[in-house]
Structures are given as structure tokens and as C-alpha cells.
């Protein structure tokens, strides 16, 4: 995209927003938890397949996206993806039971799964190398402010009026935004229009094959589980282990958790562009938090706030250095960078709806202090295949025999 800046800052307000409602529809339904269950007569089991079908949406329709956005366009298959994913989001507001709500997650998935990587794809090419990071980090700041908009929010209309409204309520503003995204997301231009499918493929063979795309995706696959499970799962252990907390206080929790990435994201975003070697920022980062994680059935009252702050918080760093790293590996700039997202997405996702669902069985069987050991522990113990990824250091900050230069795109 070229033209001034507020050209450029007006683009990008539009899809914070997008992302903000966006992301209200993804964990909206985890304050529904307490309410789903009695209503269909179902358990933590049956409600963790509910959770890991949206996921095996979002991980299914990753790599198509990742290829329809090089095809029609990042912005067409943004505002497209609004309309899917909203549309059957508010048809799930009428699901008769949780097999029919089950299956359309599934389709709200899918329509999730055609947002993210064309959007982010958007953001990262109105800026410059060595400038993008603070602004993808707080574009994914976004995500923090609608995910813990979607929990509060979702607990006390769901308390009030009913699940079926607190689902109706996100359906109805995702479309809404996609009208108002048509209206004013300034066009941008596609290199890639008319290509042929196969031609698009054969471009973005160098991703797949990326031995440090798949290091980035597998280290991080253990702390992506763990905060999705803590952000959704919470509300129905707190039902269990602090049964006088009202609805609204136990989605409190997650909530704080999630705003405080709004501040976290920035950061690391800012942190990703300066330091020798990215990989340290999702290594610390993410060790702390997979322990906290672990600790979380013994936090009483008093700690669990200042706990979930600092858990938020590095969630906003690590995710804001896991979007930036691909933009500045050789193999997955330009045209790659959007499906190089869609890649990383997609194995995270797929793994990450395998975590949530073991997540549910796990607390069903075994309780929820094994639950939350099963999480920490998992997000520790993928960390070491960051060694795959090798050093990352921001462009501007690198001579010409940068470690991201080399052996661009490894073996296959």
C-alpha cells in the first residue's frame, strides 16, 4: 500500500477492529461453560470438543486461505472471512444441541481461519522492515481487547439473557464489520491476480519446506495450548475449585489475563526488532508462564490476579515475536510471508485443538489439578524444538552474513 501515513494508520484502525471482533468470537463461548453444560447435559469432555471443532476449523482452512489471499487478495478474503465466520456464528445461537453447536463452530473456524494470515498479511506490507514489529504487536493487541471483551462480556449476556444471545451478539457485530470494512478498507493491489492455482503452489513450496518455519511452529505449539485452555477452561474449573465465586468474578479471571496482552504485545514487538536473537524472548517468556501455568490449582484469590496479569502480559510478547519472526526468515518474505502465516497457524492450531480437547478429557477423569500440571509441563517441553529455528535477529540490525540469510530454506 503506498500514500501518507494516515492513509496508512486509518487501514490499520479498521483492522484492529476487525481483529477485536474477531477475536470476541473466539472465546466468547468460554464464559458460556457453565451455562452450555446444564442446558445440553453435557460435561467438561463434550464441551472441550466443542472448543476443539472451531479449532479444526481454524486449522483446516489456514493453508487455503493462506493460498485464496495470493490468489484474490488479502483485503477480499478478510472482509469475506468476517462474513463466514459471523454467519455462522449467529446460526449457532439456535443450535438445538451441542452436536449441531459442535458443527458449527466448525464453519465459524473455518471463516476465523480466512482472516487471520490475509489481515495480518495486510498490516505487515504498509510498513517497512525494522518497523512492523511494534505495529504487529499491537495489532495483535486487537485479539487481547476482543478475547477479553468476549469473556466478560459473554458471562454477564449469558447470565442475563441467555448463551443463545451471547453467541447471537458476536455473530451480529462480525458482520456488521465486514459491512464496514467493504465501505472503508482502502483497496490493495494484488501481483499475484490471475496466476494459476498450481503456479500460486509452486511459489510457496520454499514455506513447507522451511525446517525453521516447522521449528517456530512446534516450540511454540505447547504455549499456545496453554493459554487457550487457561482463557477457556477457567471459568468451569473455578466452578469447581471456588464454587462461591459468582460467574461474572471467575470470568473476571481470564479476562484480566487477556487485557493484559494488550500491553504485552507491543512489547514485544519493540523487544523482537532490538534483541540479537528472538528466540530468547518466546524461550524465557515462555518457560515462566508454562510454570505458572502448572501452579494455577494451588494460586488462591489473592495471587491468582497478579498471576493471570503476568501470564497475559507474556502472552502479548510471545505471540508479537512469533508473527514478526517469519517476516524477516529469507524463505518467507514477500508473496510467502501471508501463507508462511497460514503454515505457522495451522500446525499450531491443528495441535492446539488436540490440547484443548485432552485439556477437557483429562479434567473429566483425572481433575483439574492434573489438567493444569498436563498444560504447563507440555508448554515447557515442546520449547527445545526452537533449536530448528536457528538465531533471528531483525534485518536492519544484521551484516549481510546474518544467521537469517543463510540456508534459506533448509531441508526439506
Known amino acids: 500500500m503506498t500514500g501518507p501515513a494516515s492513509g496508512r494508520s486509518s487501514a490499520v484502525g479498521i483492522l484492529f477492529l ?13 464464559a458460556l461453560a457453565t451455562l452450555l453444560e446444564p442446558a445440553f447435559g453435557i460435561g467438561a469432555a463434550e464441551f472441550g470438543i466443542v472448543l476443539g471443532m472451531f479449532l479444526l476449523g481454524a486449522g ?15 483485503r477480499t478474503v478478510s472482509i469475506v472471512a468476517l462474513v463466514v465466520m459471523g454467519g455462522f456464528t449467529l446460526a449457532s445461537a439456535a443450535s438445538p444441541d451441542w452436536i449441531v453447536l459442535a458443527g458449527l463452530r466448525f464453519g465459524a473456524g473455518a471463516g476465523a481461519a480466512l482472516f487471520f494470515a490475509p489481515a495480518l498479511g495486510l498490516i505487515a506490507s504498509y510498513f517497512p522492515e525494522g518497523a512492523r514489529g511494534p505495529i504487529i504487536g499491537l495489532y495483535n493487541s486487537g485479539f487481547s481487547l476482543g478475547s477479553g471483551v468476549g469473556v466478560i ?43 494459476a492455482v ?10 513447507l519446506r522451511s525446517r525453521r518455519l516447522w521449528g517456530l511452529a512446534l516450540g511454540t505449539t505447547g504455549i499456545w495450548g496453554a493459554f487457550y485452555v487457561a482463557a477457556q477452561y477457567f471459568v468451569a474449573f473455578a466452578k469447581v475449585a471456588h464454587p462461591t465465586w459468582s460467574l461474572a468474578l471467575a470470568a473476571g479471571v481470564p479476562t484480566v489475563m487477556i487485557l493484559s496482552e494488550i500491553f504485552g504485545g507491543p512489547v514485544g514487538g519493540w523487544l523482537g526488532e532490538r534483541t540479537r536473537d528472538m528466540r530468547r524472548i518466546l524461550l524465557y517468556w515462555g518457560a515462566a508462564s508454562g510454570a505458572l501455568l502448572a501452579l494455577v490449582p494451588w494460586i488462591g484469590f489473592a495471587e491468582v ?37 497460514a503454515v505457522l497457524n495451522s500446525i499450531q492450531i491443528f495441535l492446539g485443538s488436540v490440547i484443548a480437547i485432552a485439556f477437557g478429557f483429562i479434567a473429566e477423569s483425572l481433575g483439574f489439578t492434573v ?11 515442546l520449547l527445545p524444538a526452537l533449536s530448528l ?7 536492519g540490525r544484521t551484516d549481510p552474513a546474518s544467521p537469517n540469510e543463510r540456508d534459506p530454506v533448509g531441508p526439506s
Open 305 to 341: 490476579w497478579p498471576a493471570f496479569v503476568f501470564l497475559g502480559f507474556a502472552d502479548g510478547v510471545v505471540f508479537a515475536v512469533l508473527y514478526l519472526v517469519p517476516s524477516y526468515l529469507a524463505e518467507l518474505r514477500g508473496e510467502r510471508f501471508v501463507f508462511s502465516l
Open 389 to 395: 529455528l536457528g538465531p533471528v535477529r531483525a534485518t
Open 18 to 30: 476487525a481483529r477485536t471482533v474477531y477475536a470476541f468470537n473466539w472465546y466468547n463461548i468460554g
Open 198 to 207: 498450481g503456479d500460486l503452489w509452486r511459489s510457496v513450496v520454499p514455506a
Open 60 to 74: 483446516i482452512f489456514q493453508v487455503p486461505a493462506g493460498l485464496a489471499a495470493l490468489r484474490w487478495g488479502n
Open 371 to 381: 489438567a493444569w500440571v498436563f498444560a504447563g509441563v507440555l508448554a515447557v517441553a
Open 153 to 195: 462480556v459473554g458471562a454477564i449476556v449469558g447470565e442475563r439473557f441467555g448463551w443463545p444471545w451471547a453467541l447471537a451478539l458476536g455473530g451480529i457485530a462480525l458482520l456488521a464489520t465486514a459491512a464496514f470494512a467493504t465501505t472503508f478498507l482502502p483497496a490493495a493491489r494484488n501481483s499475484a491476480a490471475g496466476r
